[in-house]
């Protein structure tokens, strides 16, 4: 069994997952910039995606906000989508790789 801050991170995987591969959340995937629409310089981390402002705590806490900060961790080549398959079922497959990832502590540690 996962536990509730497992759950809440796999539901804000799959919310950034929706609005970068669905088209029913552009609203927040115009929200979203990498590193690279900013500069041009070769960093390491220059294919994340920028976090949105975080003065606030209530922002930092959002599924937005956490599901940037998640998606930035995973590994870019790991994340699967077929552009052949049915969204659905990328979602899916999606949904069980994040999940065997966080059960087998491979993916990022729970600190909670």
Known sequence: ??????????????FIYRCLYSNK?????????RNTDFHNCN????????LPGSRLKKIRQSYFYKGTELWNKINQTEIPYKPNQSFKSNLAYFKRSIKKKIISNLLFNDTN
């Open 1 to 14: 069994l996962l536990k509730l801050s497992q759950l809440y991170d796999i539901n804000c995987l799959l």
């Open 25 to 33: 959340l552009n609203s927040y995937k115009d929200k979203m910039f």
């Open 43 to 50: 960093t390491r981390n220059n294919s994340d995606y920028r």
